[in-house]
């Protein structure tokens, strides 16, 4: 047992060895952003030696516990997976993985081994979803050690400073809430998100994968808003615009309901070239759809024709704003990644 850095369990049959380990997560970049950039620095993947702890640590533990509480070690541990020859001259069952702040893979080895004389009374936001991490790749988040625990930690943290404007810790508590569940906690902390972040939201690689999926979601109906207005736009500039209301009045409508658009993006801070960087540096998304349910009335008349005109830019964007509302309703609802 010379190898072994961690008993977790002192009659255990396996020996996992962390290779690659990691200290940073979710390394946050302030800087402006490329849409389709992730918002954060290169990961550790690229060899930074700033993002890896050196050495390895491997831990002893018990299988039977690992594939009673982890759909991952259920499936690794099947019969017919495992065989004399793959364990190591003491016996044990050898496995390896990578990736993950050693800290955070001692809890959550601890966790599923039920050694709960050793584990703290508190941990901060950034650990506990860094363990989140962990717990999602492992398919783990409903045993039951995972969710006394968390319902332990989360107790201690209520009403202790949680994130009020876009931020990194915001971020840290999207993953938190999304891979335990919480809902409560998803709600408050997306609304936080949707209603300050001004721009792009980044799109960090080393976040669970039902999180990353979520900020892509927010971008992307960020992005299909954006994609219908300068469709609009050069819907009114085509030399075929028709007037729903009065096609012999086409081009006065074209011109008028062009310029209140413009206008109008203007003031709500959405860029009229396409391929901005950040395409509302002075709206959030939540803005957004409110200030799309509220363009304003511009009436005309032409000689001959009747006192006002009877098309509206509201009209015209009320589609746009519908699927947008429609969409922003959707991500309001915790999914899970395991159904």
Request: proline letters at 6%; charged letters at 25%; glycine letters at 6%.
């Amino acid at each position: 047992m010379e190898f072994i850095d961690q008993v977790l369990d002192p009659n255990g049959d396996t020996a996992i060895t962390l290779t690659h380990p990691t200290s940073n997560f979710l390394v946050w970049d302030t800087g402006e952003h490329n849409p389709s950039v992730s918002g954060v620095a290169d990961r550790h993947a690229a060899g930074s030696e700033e993002n890896v702890v050196p050495g390895l640590t491997s831990y002893l533990v018990s299988s039977t516990r690992l594939g009673k509480h982890s759909r991952y070690y259920e499936n690794i541990f099947k019969p017919d997976k495992w065989r004399e020859g793959s364990k190591t001259e003491d016996g044990y069952y050898a496995l390896t993985t990578q990736d993950f702040d050693p800290e955070a893979f001692l809890l959550f080895q601890e966790i599923l081994n039920e050694s709960q004389h050793s584990l703290p009374e508190r941990v901060s936001p950034e650990m506990l979803a860094m363990l989140a991490k962990i717990v999602d790749y492992h398919c783990c988040q409903d045993a039951v050690p995972v969710r006394k625990w968390y319902a332990k930690w989360i107790g201690w943290m209520f009403g202790r400073g949680k994130p009020k404007r876009y931020e990194r810790d915001a971020i840290l508590w999207l993953c938190i809430a999304v891979v335990f569940q919480d809902v409560p906690e998803f709600r408050r902390t997306l609304k936080v998100v949707l209603s300050t972040c001004q721009g792009w939201i980044c799109e960090p690689e080393d976040v669970p994968a039902g999180v990353l999926h979520l900020l892509q979601a927010i971008n992307d109906a960020t992005g299909d808003t954006i994609e219908g207005l300068l469709d609009l736009l050069a819907r009114f500039r085509s030399r075929d615009y028709l007037c729903p209301c009065v096609p012999a009045t086409s081009f006065s409508c074209a011109a008028l309901m062009l310029g209140s658009l413009i206008k109008w993006m203007d003031e709500v801070g959405i860029p009229i070239v396409e391929g901005d960087e950040n395409p509302f540096p002075r709206s959030s998304v939540s803005k957004i759809c409110r200030d799309l349910m509220r363009a304003k009335k511009v009436e005309f008349s032409e000689p001959g024709f009747p006192p006002a005109h009877r098309c509206r830019l509201a009209n015209h964007i009320s589609p746009i704003a519908v699927k947008l509302q429609r969409k922003v309703n959707e991500l309001r609802i915790l999914k899970r990644r395991f159904d």
